[in-house]
């Protein structure tokens, strides 16, 4: 009874993604030609924000291991020019936290802050 009202004492086994890291405009390109094969997803996060730090153990904690995607990881704060091209070359505005789902080079769907987390990402692969 404890343990579901105040947690369990045991450690934690940490969840480690996938992630490949989005840190130069260059690589977009090459995203969406990957993604004429295989669903690319981009998630876009602050560092420095309470609520994107948030979502983002969320979306750690609630992800599928062997989804069929590529996952790419952009630290907004530190690769503000790769954040930019990324709306630009995707056409979706900029949000943060935000996870972009791209097939046959588009965006077919994205989603931010809670919105990340109620993603069916299983429908996309």
Same mark, same amino acid.
């Given at each position: 009874? @404890?343990?579901? $009202?105040?947690?369990?004492?045991? =450690?934690?086994?940490?969840?480690?993604?996938?992630?490949?890291?989005?840190?130069?405009?260059?690589?977009?390109?090459?995203?969406?030609?990957?993604?004429? &094969?295989? %669903?690319?997803?981009? @998630?876009?996060?602050? %560092? #420095?924000?309470?609520?994107?730090? +948030?979502? +983002?153990?969320?979306?750690?904690?609630?992800?599928?291991?062997?989804?069929? &995607?590529?996952?790419?990881?952009? !630290?907004? $704060?530190?690769? #503000?020019?790769?954040?930019?091209?990324?709306?630009?070359? @995707?056409?979706? +505005?900029?949000?943060? =936290?935000?996870?972009?789902?791209? #097939?046959?080079?588009?965006?077919? &769907?994205? &989603?931010?802050?809670?919105?990340?987390?109620? +993603? !069916? $990402?299983?429908? @996309?692969?």
């Amino acid at each position: 009874m @404890f343990k579901k $009202l105040f947690g369990s004492s045991e =450690p934690k086994e940490e969840k480690i993604l996938p992630w490949q890291p989005l840190t130069n405009v260059s690589q977009l390109e090459n995203i969406a030609k990957k993604s004429n &094969a295989k %669903t690319q997803l981009i @998630f876009k996060h602050s %560092t #420095r924000c309470g609520i994107s730090s +948030m979502v +983002m153990n969320q979306f750690v904690s609630d992800y599928v291991i062997d989804i069929n &995607a590529d996952l790419y990881y952009l !630290d907004l $704060l530190n690769y #503000r020019d790769v954040s930019n091209e990324v709306g630009y070359k @995707f056409q979706v +505005m900029h949000q943060s =936290p935000q996870l972009l789902v791209l #097939r046959n080079g588009v965006v077919v &769907a994205y &989603a931010s802050h809670g919105g990340i987390n109620e +993603m !069916d $990402l299983v429908k @996309f692969v």
